[in-house]
């Protein structure tokens, strides 16, 4: 059996951070430790994410012993490591001396060191330098006591269109179409005399002219970069594995990054991992945070890791806002609440140089006094307190949500009608909704089996393979509901429109006749529904006369055509319905499909979730609410009984076992 969470976590919640512990003397080290252990839960750090030209100052040189020095002096104090191979950051030296493992962007323009991520994913230099570092810290510090889990680079996010990766993405093609003609058919090129006559004239979507690239093209090269940065995992995975096959490895995700397939990344990984910064000034920020967990959730199919969090402010929004007393406590809680076993910061102590000097610490420039550190040790301390009852435990979710990267990338095009249809937002505003009636979600690929769940939602798959069409088809025709939003269905998986605008399976499933045109809004402008405003988007349908019920649109040139479809269990929204309506419709269409809310009747702005045997309350609000829990239920941070009512202070938490 592979590795996962539980051998790295042995039944504690990981509690810790990103430690670079090479900013800063080794005295620090010894203070490092105490304020560590002073803050009893800190039982997990990750080293060494950004220390490549620390190991190695030049060429092939090895220095080894100041990690060796931090791995026994953690171990000696009963904290684990996560040790992280080096290879986003690549040291000056190797851009001077090999300029081919730098990428190049859409204009040509090298992307020089002095920030990080400059590496090229298809540079083989770049991939033997990367192997040789990664080989020999597993060889070092595969069998230390202090080692529980691998973390591979650091968000994997970098594309490239230079030669070397050109020459790549020509092998991927041909490995994906094996011939020149299935290439042209793919991409479309009988449009503006694109047609190839050989492999080699084909390139990245590089710069063209000003107007718009070919859809095809850029699709591809979001795929073939994706899959490119995959085998550069990959290949230090294996390396490791082979050193150490015990122990789970793992690479960190940005949430709902449009640069990764996360769900195929998510089968290479032994744990995933998400670094979540929500904004505390955004009201909903902790809808936002509850997205990218059910998302990282469902990719990980059980506990998950929340590798970064800021303590306080991060430094690269444009103003970058505190968090106010209890929010970071809510959030990690919140966290926990919805499947994780490791809850981790960007970084243990804040630093005093480098880009990332105003970035907030678990220990900021306040120290042991400042509130970030005091926050940590109390957080925990109460981690450490549930963890037993918490870690490995399971969320059942009736509801899933479907999302695929392929579909965001192709729907992505500048070509597209309305550059103000933007993917995450769609998604953000129908999870809002579930999220804001206390349904909870898992999130899943539109080919994953969907059996296990009453209600599937799609906010927007604008590609659909033939697959993924067939499996909507037999989850509905299997008695369960799905309820889809605009944009569904409309191209297959080479980007080519299905005929009459949407696949003409679903198009029969909703009681579409003729989806006419469609109309989208202008920013900040409504469409009248029947009942309800629209956002966004709206569509001229004519439904098959009979077969639908429909709920209308009002005034304007839609007049009465339906802006809700409903054929039996499948339901269509051609708009994007404001947030109140959106919530009252998706709440009415769980009911009917039998969907129970985790609890009834909570006040606005708590959130309740399940996770095995406990139910996490959550007071978003900043005003002291009391919330109704029929029962006797233990609450286990307070350590006491509560019956039928507990009351949450501001950012207030109860973790409730009935
Ligand atoms: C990311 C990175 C970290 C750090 C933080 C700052 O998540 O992985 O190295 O830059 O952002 O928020």
């Known amino acids: 059996m592979k590795p996962a969470l539980a051998d790295a976590t042995r039944g504690r919640i990981l509690f810790g951070g990103d430690y670079n512990p090479e900013q800063w003397p080794e005295e620090t080290w010894q203070d490092d430790v105490r304020l560590m252990k002073q803050a009893r839960g800190v039982n997990s750090v990750t080293l060494g994410v950004f220390s490549w030209s620390r190991l190695e100052p030049e060429p092939g040189a090895r220095e080894f012993g100041w990690l060796d020095r931090l791995m026994d002096l953690l171990h000696d104090n009963g904290i684990g490591v996560v040790l992280a191979t080096?290879?986003?950051?690549?040291?000056?030296?190797?851009?001077?001396?090999?300029?081919d493992t730098l990428p190049r962007d859409a204009d040509g323009h090298i992307e020089w060191w002095g920030g990080r991520q400059h590496f090229s994913h298809s540079s083989a230099t770049y991939r033997r330098y990367a192997a040789a570092i990664t080989e020999d810290l597993a060889a070092r510090y595969g069998t230390h006591p202090a080692l529980t889990m691998w973390h591979i680079n650091n968000e994997y996010c970098t594309a490239d269109h230079g030669d070397e990766a050109a020459a790549a993405f020509r092998r991927w093609l041909r490995q994906r179409y094996t011939t020149l003609d299935a290439l042209n058919s793919a991409w479309g090129t009988a449009f503006w005399s694109q047609g190839y006559d050989t492999w080699d004239g084909i390139l990245p979507p590089r710069r063209a002219h000003h107007y718009l690239k070919n859809p095809g093209q850029v699709l591809d090269f979001r795929r073939f970069t994706s899959d490119m940065l995959l085998e550069c995992y990959t290949a230090e995975r294996d390396i490791v594995r082979r050193h150490t096959p015990h122990l789970p490895v793992t690479t960190n995700f940005m949430p709902l990054w449009i640069g990764q397939d996360a769900w195929r990344w998510a089968r290479e990984e032994d744990v995933v991992s998400v670094d979540l910064y929500p904004d505390p000034r955004d009201p909903l920020g902790a809808q936002h945070g509850a997205l990218v967990q059910d998302l990282t959730r469902s990719q990980a199919r059980g506990p998950?890791?929340?590798?970064?969090?800021?303590?306080?402010?991060?430094?690269?929004?444009?103003?970058n806002h505190p968090k106010p007393r209890g929010l970071n406590r809510l959030w990690s809680f919140q966290a926990v609440a919805r499947g994780a076993d490791a809850v981790c910061y960007f970084q243990w102590r804040q630093s005093r140089q480098g880009a990332e000097k105003f970035h907030s610490g678990m220990v900021g420039h306040a120290g042991e006094q400042g509130r970030a550190y005091q926050e940590v040790r109390q957080l925990g301390a109460e981690l450490e307190r549930i963890s037993g009852d918490v870690s490995g435990g399971r969320i059942d979710a009736d509801v899933v949500v479907l999302h695929d990267w392929h579909s965001w990338w192709a729907g992505a095009h500048e070509g597209r009608l309305s550059t103000l249809v933007d993917l995450p937002e769609v998604l953000t505003a129908w999870h809002r909704a579930l999220w804001e009636a206390h349904l909870t979600t898992d999130f899943a690929h539109p080919e994953h089996d969907l059996s296990g769940y009453r209600l599937v939602v799609v906010p927007q798959l604008y590609l659909l393979t033939d697959a993924a069409v067939a499996n909507l088809l037999a989850y509905v025709r299997g008695g369960s509901t799905l309820v889809c939003g605009f944009l569904t269905g409309v191209a297959d998986e080479d980007d080519r429109v299905r005929t009459g605008g949407m696949d003409a399976r679903l198009r029969e499933l909703f009681g579409i006749r003729t989806l006419h045109e469609w109309w989208p809004l202008e920013a900040g402008e409504t469409v009248a529904c029947?009942?309800?405003?629209?956002?966004?988007?709206?569509?001229?349908?004519?439904?098959?006369?009979?077969?639908?019920?429909?709920?209308?649109?009002?005034?304007?040139?839609?007049?009465?055509?339906?802006?809700?479809?409903?054929?039996?269990?499948?339901w269509y929204v051609s708009t994007l319905p404001e947030p109140d309506a959106l919530r009252t419709l998706l709440s009415g269409i769980a009911a009917g499909a039998g969907v129970r809310p985790v609890l009834d009747g909570l006040p606005a702005g708590v959130e309740a979730v399940r996770r095995g045997e406990l139910l996490f309350l959550l007071n978003h609000g900043r005003e002291q609410i009391t919330v109704q829990v029929p029962g006797t239920h233990h609450d286990l941070l307070g350590g006491t009984d509560v019956t039928d009512e507990v009351t949450l202070g501001r950012h207030g938490v109860a973790v409730l076992r009935s």
């Open 86 to 99: 080096p290879t986003s950051s690549p040291p000056p030296w190797m851009g001077r001396l090999h300029p």
């Open 530 to 570: 029947e009942g309800f405003r629209g956002t966004l988007w709206s569509e001229e349908i004519e439904p098959e006369p009979g077969a639908a019920e429909t709920v209308p649109y009002r005034g304007g040139e839609l007049d009465g055509l339906p802006a809700v479809l409903r054929r039996g269990r499948a």
């Open 304 to 319: 998950w890791m929340l590798m970064e969090q800021a303590a306080g402010p991060v430094n690269w929004r444009g103003v």
